[in-house]
């Protein structure tokens, strides 16, 4: 097996690890993305009691599943995945576009929807 080239931060890092850190950065912004939360507030069901708290709280819709669930059981989920199932990583450019994209590219999924569908996804990638 070939030995990885340290090529970035002063040699400490591989072009893997680099690439890593800066997916994990742009993917932490987008936690503050404005169209994320027209999704989120598009998605509002009712309040309803939490059954986990016993106390009152938001529901959120389902886009597969149907179902509402607390906001801390669903996730923003890209309809078109940011990294191409068949091409995989393309350029930083696609990156950025797919990943801050709008509102309509984006559902609300529940966590478990939201990991089938990603599982899936990852799945192709890897037959890719």
């Known amino acids: 097996?070939?030995?990885?080239?340290?090529?970035?931060?002063?040699?400490?890092?591989?072009?893997?690890?680099?690439?890593?850190?800066?997916t994990s950065a742009l993917r932490g912004a987008f936690r503050r993305w404005p169209p994320k939360f027209e999704v989120l507030k598009a998605a509002q069901m009712k309040r309803k009691v939490n059954k986990a708290t016993g106390k009152l709280a938001m529901h959120y819709k389902c886009a597969k599943c149907k179902k509402g669930h607390v906001l801390t059981q669903v996730q923003v989920d890209h309809i078109e995945p940011v990294v191409c199932t068949t091409a995989?990583?393309?350029?930083?450019?696609?990156?950025?576009?797919?990943?801050?994209?709008?509102?309509?590219?984006?559902?609300?999924l529940c966590k478990s929807c939201h990991k089938i569908k990603s599982s899936a996804e990852k799945e192709e990638r890897k037959n890719n």
């Open 88 to 108: 995989g990583f393309i350029s930083w450019d696609v990156f950025i576009n797919r990943l801050y994209c709008e509102a309509s590219n984006l559902q609300v």
């Open 1 to 22: 097996m070939a030995e990885k080239k340290l090529t970035r931060n002063s040699g400490k890092w591989t072009e893997s690890r680099y690439r890593g850190f800066v």
